[in-house]
């Protein structure tokens, strides 16, 4: 029991609860298939995720300067990328790493977007920063580190912008289906998944990328459903084939890393595509999904 000192008086004092905020509320699945049998189609600017193109988004890991993002946003927009991506705040395993440039890196994205006219995506990392991040972005990406950061999620679920949900490093689908739950039952219906690998036993790549996740949440869900081979294989010379993978499985799209320079980034340059061979696998994916009878 609580006590207040009241005209000098220790006095004990019962705290108020209001017995309904302790009910749990009934479950309403919003993700799930059956209560949606239609396709969600989020849209991001003028660009649509989900109803039968397969879209793509490429950009750096990180935002690095006013030239690197804009001389890799022409190569997106060159190739054929739909959606610019880009980080200005970088969660990073070490510290003493590359955190991002923060609000700058925040104009400069927003700098290469005008230059290029595609509307882009970066990660919102702390609660602090989503007025910016809505003002200035066009979608929110929710990283594999924070899909379970319920508070984070409930305040993007107030949010009027599409969210990017990342899959977590041990996250089962059943717990990507519920973190996508509390966005939707906060109000915000504009979400797209994301598979971005899982970790494993196996260390001959990055992570260990789950195409089969696709057809599974296709079947349960009718949220969009990308994949970023980047994250998963960690090595520039396995993501074109599990980018054409991910086509071939159904996904509405892929998220892949791109920079002018790799062998210069600051983060995560191993597994970014050059130029040209970003332009050379978007060839390979058109090809592909003319035989699928999709667009790009």
């Known amino acids: 029991m609580l006590a207040a000192k009241i005209n000098g008086t220790e006095q004990a004092m019962t705290p108020v609860i209001d017995p309904e905020a302790c009910k749990p509320r009934a479950p309403r699945k919003l993700h799930a298939r059956e209560q949606h049998p239609e396709d969600t189609v989020v849209r991001v600017g003028d660009v649509a995720i989900g109803g039968g193109a397969f879209v793509v988004i490429a950009g750096p890991c990180s935002v690095e ?28 395993t070490s510290p003493y790493s590359f955190q991002g440039l923060g ?15 595609l509307p882009y995506v970066t990660e919102l990392m702390d609660a602090e920063d989503l007025p910016l991040l809505e003002e200035q972005a066009d979608m929110i990406q929710i990283g594999a580190r924070n899909i379970q950061n319920f508070s984070l999620l409930k305040k993007v679920g107030r949010s009027s912008k599409p969210v990017l949900l990342k899959r977590g490093l041990m996250t089962t689908v059943d717990e990507l289906l519920m973190s ?32 089969s996740v696709v057809p599974v949440l296709k079947e349960r869900t009718h949220l969009p ?28 799209g892929i998220m892949v890393e791109v920079h002018c320079r790799p062998e210069a980034a600051l983060c995560d340059g191993e597994q970014s595509l050059h130029p040209s061979e970003f332009a050379e696998l978007m060839a390979q994916l058109r090809g592909m999904a003319a035989m699928c009878g999709r667009t790009i």
């Not at 890799?72 to 610019?84: D, F, K, P, S």
């Not at 996508?180 to 001959?204: K, M, P, W």
């Open 65 to 92: 300067s006013e030239e690197q993002m804009v001389e890799t946003a022409q190569a997106v927009r060159q190739g054929g990328g739909a959606i610019l991506r880009g980080g200005a705040y970088k969660p990073r």
């Open 180 to 211: 996508a739950e509390y966005i939707l039952d906060g109000g915000n219906q504009s979400v797209v998944l994301c598979e971005r690998g899982i970790r494993t036993f196996e260390t001959a790549t990055r992570n260990t990328l789950d195409l």
């Open 225 to 252: 459903v990308i994949v970023d081979p980047s994250h998963a294989v960690g090595k520039r010379r396995y993501v074109a084939p599990m980018a054409k993978a991910a086509l071939a499985v159904g996904a509405d």
């Open 103 to 117: 609000p700058n890196g925040l104009t400069l994205l927003g700098l290469a977007g005008k230059a290029t006219g």
